[in-house]
């Protein structure tokens, strides 16, 4: 999803944060990206490193405790360098699942914890718990971009419209909808405003 999103671009690394047994891994490695990861069951004599791109998918809902799950995310955004890109299993998904209650989650038939999210919910925690507004991209997956221009340009490119309805672009120095780069705006949002205006003006 990240490919298909463009937040994993050509010479980006990736760091995989509780990779199992690697299988993203290897497909990452197919398509010719250099990447890396660490489990603690499978891949624990790997050294954590930082990387543009650092994913951590369906890791947190399977900590049993609390502080513990925290403590993890903080540590898979610390090493993330450009965007963090974090995923957990969502409630729907408990009504296929047989299992006892326990803690703030479940023990599955199998014997393994599982903590189901709201999408809502999951978005809060990421939030609270990093300091920094997610954006979510699909069910139970959701993008934390270290730089808020990142961010503002993503989400301009994903549900704005980037380059067709709303032709408002990040470049050196600010933002601009003009095909010469002129004028800037320090903000997207001020870049977007005076896009609405000059579509007004135009079809007055």
């Known amino acids: 999803m990240a490919l298909e999103d463009g937040v994993i ?5 990736v760091f995989d944060f509780g990779c ?35 994913n951590i998918g369906y ?14 995310l903080k540590s898979a955004w610390e090493l993330a360098e450009k965007v963090l890109v974090v995923s957990a299993r969502l409630t729907l998904e408990a009504q296929r699942v047989k299992a006892s209650e326990f803690q703030d989650g479940v023990v599955t038939s199998a014997g393994t914890f599982q903590k189901f999210y709201g999408q809502q919910e999951l ?11 997610s ?8 993008y934390v971009f270290r730089e808020s221009e990142d961010r503002e340009q993503f989400i301009n490119r994903k549900y704005v ?9 990040k470049v050196k120095g ?25 579509l007004a003006k135009k079809n007055a």
Not at 59 to 72: F, G, M
Not at 135 to 142: E, L, Q
């Open 9 to 13: 671009t050509e010479g980006d690394s």
């Open 20 to 54: 199992g047994r690697g299988e993203d891994l290897r497909q990452l490695k197919r398509l010719g990206f250099a990447c890396n990861g660490w489990d603690p069951a499978f891949r624990s004599d790997v050294p954590l490193h930082s990387a543009p791109v650092v």
């Open 123 to 133: 978005r809060t925690w990421i939030d609270q718990t990093l300091g920094v507004r």
């Open 59 to 72: 890791v947190v809902n399977v900590i049993e405790d609390a502080r513990e799950r925290v403590e993890t």
């Open 174 to 198: 600010g933002w601009t909808f003009s095909s010469s780069g002129r004028p800037l705006y320090k903000t997207l949002a001020a870049a977007k405003r005076a896009y609405k205006a000059y």
């Open 135 to 142: 954006v979510p991209t699909a069910p139970g997956v959701f």
């Open 161 to 169: 419209g980037g380059g067709t309805s709303m032709p408002v672009r």
